[in-house]
């Protein structure tokens, strides 16, 4: 209601945008360290966010039976993103929704905070706790944490393929 579905952007005017886009930024995969407005003027460097489930659901938190409707969606920007070499799950909910989306049961990657699962075809899944306010007010999530996460995420994504290092 605040955030992607009035804005445009997702995590764009609530309070989970705050760490995202400033930690982002940190990394220089964002062109500012704050999003107000999908006319904003910021640009995305390497990044790309997306959402598991993509309507407003009850009290912030969608039903299983929306999360199962909009994986499709999902499923097909992961297909047309063959070179995504990172994907970073904000929460459980969105790291079972890529899971789900590429063939995987939940249940084969157990999902913690800075845990790291390799896919296959050189894709690997990061998890971290949702950047809501909740979990940053209470600190189970601190900014120190999702940064590292993010860091290694942009390592992930920009290392040298296999076969594409240089040669001395």
């Known amino acids: 209601m605040h955030g992607a579905n009035r804005s445009g952007r997702p995590f764009t005017g609530d309070h989970a945008g705050i760490l995202l886009y400033a930690t982002l930024y940190k990394f220089g995969m964002a062109s500012a360290p ?22 407003l659901p009850p009290a912030n938190k969608p039903l299983p039976v929306e999360i199962v409707e909009c994986n499709d969606y999902l499923r097909a920007e992961l297909e047309q993103s063959p070179d995504v070499r990172a994907v970073l799950a904000l929460g459980t ?17 157990r999902f913690a905070h800075g845990a790291q699962h390799e896919l296959g075809a050189g894709r690997t899944l990061l998890d971290s706790y949702h950047c ?11 900014a120190d944490m999702f940064e590292a996460v993010v860091q290694r995420g942009r390592e992930l994504a920009f290392a040298p393929k296999h076969g594409d290092e240089q040669r001395s």
């Open 34 to 55: 704050v999003s107000v407005s999908v006319r904003d003027g910021l640009k995305l460097n390497g990044a790309r966010i997306t959402n598991a489930v993509k309507c």
């Open 93 to 109: 909910i969105a790291h079972a929704a890529v899971l789900r989306a590429l063939g995987f049961r939940p249940a084969q990657f």
């Open 132 to 142: 809501s306010r909740y979990n940053t007010q209470t600190r189970r999530l601190t």
